[in-house]
Structures are given as C-alpha cells and as structure tokens.
C-alpha cells in the first residue's frame, strides 16, 4: 500500500519505517527540515534502540522516503496523522494547533476513498471535529490510537499489545460503508504479521480516543499509588521494593508498572492526565477525574522529597555541596528531557546552592540546551568525581552496574541517593557508603 505519516516526531519516524518494514510504500513529511534531511539520509534525529538499524534497512530497499512537501502525501491511500499535542504552557489543556495545521495542509491533497487514521493522542471530540471538516471530501477518518512506549517504540508497533480502530457510525453505533472500508484499508496496513496475532478492538470514535488517555491515566495512576505507599513505607521504616514484590504476585494487581522513585515524567503521562482533566471540565464531569490531581501531586511531591534526602544526608545544607547527578532522560534508553524526573531534581538543587553535575549516556545535548549553565560530565565516574553526594536518578544500566569501590574510590563522601530503587543496599553498604532511597528504610 501506499502510505503517508505526517509527523516524524518519536511516534511518526518510528512508524513510517515500521510501515515500510511491513511491506508499504511510505513518505514521512514533517515540516521541520533538519529532521526530514537527517531520516532522508537513513539517520535517527533522536536516541532509540533499534531505529537507525530499521532506517538503514528500509531505507535501502526505496520504499521509504521523506519531505517537507505535503504534496508528497498526494497518491497515498492511508495518511497517518503522527503530530505532537504538548500541553499548553501554564494550563493543563492539549495544544491542537500541530494537528489542526497538518490537517488543514494535508486537505488539497486526499482524494475520494483514501483513509486518515489519526494516532496522535488528543483530547476526545478531536476527532468527531476532523471528520466533519472530512464531509464531502470522499476520504474518511479514523482514530488509531498508537501506545509505543519511548525506548521500545519498534518492538512496541511492530508487535503491540492490541490494535485499536475508531470507526464512524451511524446513530445506532454501527460502522457506516465508509467505516467498514476504512476498516478494510487499516487491515490491509496492518496485515501479516501484525492483524493475524493482535487483538483488535474495533469501536467508535469516542471510545477510540479514550482508550489512549484511560490507558496512560491507569499507568499514570499505578505508579503514583507505590510512590504513596512509598510515603507510608518511609513513615514506619518498611521498604516498598518488598511491598511491590509481594501485591504484585497477586495477579490482578501485577509486577509491572509498580517501581518506586523519582515517579513518572517524559512526553506523555503528566501532559495526558492534565490534558484529560482539561477536558473533562470542558465536558462538565470533571469530579470523574479528581483523582488525577491526586495522581499527579504525589508524583511531583517525590521530586521534593529527593531534595530533602539530599540535605539530610549532607547534615541538614545542599548550599555549596557537590551533587553529582546519574541521568538526565526521562527514562533509560532515552535521549528525551520532556518533564524529566531527573532533570528537574538536578535543577531544583542548583537553584538551591548545590553545585551540580549531570551526567547521561544519551541525553546531555538535550539536557545541554534546555539548562545551559549546568555543569555536564561525560561519565559517572566524571561526574561524581570529589562529590558530596551521588544521586542515581534514571536508571540506565550501566549506573544499576556501578562498582560501588570504584565509584567510592573518586568522591568526597559515599552518600549515594538511589532515586530508582535499583541498587542493592546491602552491597553499596557493605562497601562503606550511606544508602538512602525513596521508600526503603
Ligand atoms: C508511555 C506509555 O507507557 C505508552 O503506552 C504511551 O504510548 C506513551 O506514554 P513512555 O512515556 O515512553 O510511554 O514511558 P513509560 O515507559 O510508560 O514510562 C513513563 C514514566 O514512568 C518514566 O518516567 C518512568 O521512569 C516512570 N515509571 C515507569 C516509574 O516511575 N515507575 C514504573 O514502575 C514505571
């Protein structure tokens, strides 16, 4: 098939060579010339495990290209809409302005029967919205959630957990001609491997564009419910690795998703759940979704609480102390900074008299430019060299395998604070540093 991804952001790039890899002839476009020249040339313009080896090979074959001409999504027979919706600065709500311009470009060029299926996540009514402005066009809309996590985001859409069409239907929630053809178009997308061995849930538009937010507020929610028992656990000296081990052999409840630290961050739970508190005040029930203020609180007030063990571990002052920060991204295996745990932490001790340094694997020339007057070093041995205080704030692996003699052998004090609950006290003890960490005694 013949496909267009506008957007080639962490999801678009990702899925127009996915899609290129399945068999498709695919043009990515994004208006921003550095990314296209970068992907054109079969380069990843951010870190991701897995892509530049996927470019290099999709590349090669032909089908893969891409421009900043929207005429080129011209012949396409699906277009997947793959624009970001960041959070409007000091409000809570989603920015619509990148899909509604991608949209309005991509207009001239669909002609009758061709399939946009929008993957972005927006805020729902979004896409009852672009479909009206579909009407008489001949193409149809649909909303194709997309749930890559940053990291894995080839694994994850070339083998997801679920694939998920919002179809249009007629008044009695029955797909319409048009959706039962756009139903086919998607098929044919995804078929083999993907559509033989992937739940499928086809639905409504409505519930399609929930699906993505209820999803990342349930996580969201997960993760902040073990940081609120994390605050219990430093309460009454009990240790919430334990705990998660043991709810989450209850097999209703689950291991995953139940780490303790530095709490979430990144490009999509905290602007999702704010956006979808945004808009279900918009809608009038915004009671059903107080729960996330919740939700989103307890996360921040994790990174506080960083900053507090930093200062009693240096007897009660971070002011003039040398804190040497492990990480930087969001997550290990991530260049990306966006609302990064680790990254404010770090900045909250500088704009508190601390001297810091940062370190990353992957994510310093991000961290660089958005926090230019911090102090960067090229390794955590680097970093922490005559430190006060080391603080492990994202968990890449080569930080859960540091040596704790080598480590110990270049700082000033051994105060390690573990803002991931991944290294293992007894070891870091036993070699003479003081081990403080969120939730564990
Ligand atoms: C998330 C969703 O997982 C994905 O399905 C959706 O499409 C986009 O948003 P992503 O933002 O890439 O993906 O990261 P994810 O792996 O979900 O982690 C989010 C944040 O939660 C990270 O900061 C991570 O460190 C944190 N986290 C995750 C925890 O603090 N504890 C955990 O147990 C798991």
Redesign the pocket.
Known sequence: MRISVIGCGYLGAVHAACMAKLGHEVVGIDVDPRKVASLEAGEAPFYEPGLPELLAETKATGRLTFSTDMEAAAGAQVHFLCVGTPQVHGEFRADLSYVDSAFEALRPFLAEGDVVAGKSTVPVGTAENLAARLEGSGATLVWNP??????FAVKDTLHPDRLVYGLPTDDEGVPTAAGDAAKAALDEVYATPLADRTPLVVTDYATAQLVKVA??SF?ATK?SFINAMAELCEATGADVTRLADAIGYDARIGRR???A?????????PKDIRAFMARAGELGVSDALTFLAEVDSINMRRRVRMVDLAREVCHGSIVGRKVAVLGAA??PDSDDVRDS?ALSVAAQMQLQGAHVTLTDPQAVANAQAKWPDMKFAHSALEAAADADVVLLATEWQEYRDLDPDELGAVVAHKRILDGRNVLDPVRWRAAGWTYRALGRP
Do not use: V
């Not at 630290?261 to 739970?269: E, H, I, K, P, V």
């Open positions: 997309e749930f890559l996590r940053e990291g999803a990342n996580l993760i998703f139940l780490n630290g530095l709490g979430f961050g990144g490009g999509c739970l969001f997550k745990p």
